[in-house]
């Protein structure tokens, strides 16, 4: 039973007390728990189903956890979101940032890495390259389609979760062994979506989430047990009927993906700069032409008075005025929140950092 379980992970007693009851479990076992401690995983998105996942990933005791997001935490966050707390969105907190906090807390023995970053073709590959699973937190299509193109390239699984409302689903994708994104979703969707008719608020109930992220959680168990072995099924939750639907999906065996290996979502390098709607929100992204490491603290002596609603070492909120502030993130970046014209908030970055900065003109 035992001899295939990783020779170098050592459980300390405190270990063995921690997970005496999932020992107990006959799947599991010390065997078991040894595979999840030298099991590396990613979590990209810290929203409601990202965070969802990490915490019952670090419960379980996988590790190492990466997480990824390039966002901060917002008090609408609050209801559905696994993790964050009141003093988080107050502060304006960065989801990566308070996710990995809160991951810490729970098992202080676990290695949890959080990135700070919006997920592009152009780094992907680094966040993704050393891990065993890929677990999508994300909230739009064309993030997922890019995580399938790096997931069938490198062979490394992953798990898709969609939401809304009560309803969600869940595919695990085993490069090879079964159907990919693009097989089961047909890139219409993905086009709609970039076109921004899907561009609006969802709504979504936490209960429901957590049933998805659950069974999205227990696909990643059984996976890093070495006892999934169904790459077929999706499953289709409705969360109000209490429903889980099993639909048997077959792979497209013309598929441009993973049949013929062509990675076109992956290829579309060369970073975004300047300003842009973030889709759902009354709130615009600002990339700086130039990637820069900003001491908040510092800067923040500048502002007026008043200016400044809350500075950390992560990010800094300047208020415009009573609907407007800024979100400065110690990269540069920022978002415009309560404007959805990007040339204004393209003004106001200028007026309100660049100036500050001493860049501007
Ligand atoms: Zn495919």
Redesign the pocket.
Known sequence: MDKDAPDHVFLTPELIERFSRQILVKDIGVSGLKKLRSSRVVVIGCGATGTAQAELLARLGIGYIRVVDKDYVDISNLPRTHLYTYIDAKQSIPKAIACANRLSEIDPTIHVEPVITRVTPDNIEDLVRDVDLIIDGTDNLATRFLINDVSIKYGIPWIFVGFSSWYGQVFFINPGKG??L??IIPRRILEREERGDACEVLGAVNTAIALVSSIAATLALKHLLGILNDYNTLYVVNGKRLEIHHVRIE??MD?P???HRRFEFLAKKGSRRGATRICGSNAVEITPPVKTSLNLEELSKRYEPGKILSVNKYTMRIMVDDIVSIILFNDGRAIIDGVNDEEYAWKLYRRYVLDKMGLGG
């Open positions: 159907p990919c693009d097989c792979r497209n598929c993906t993973c049949i």
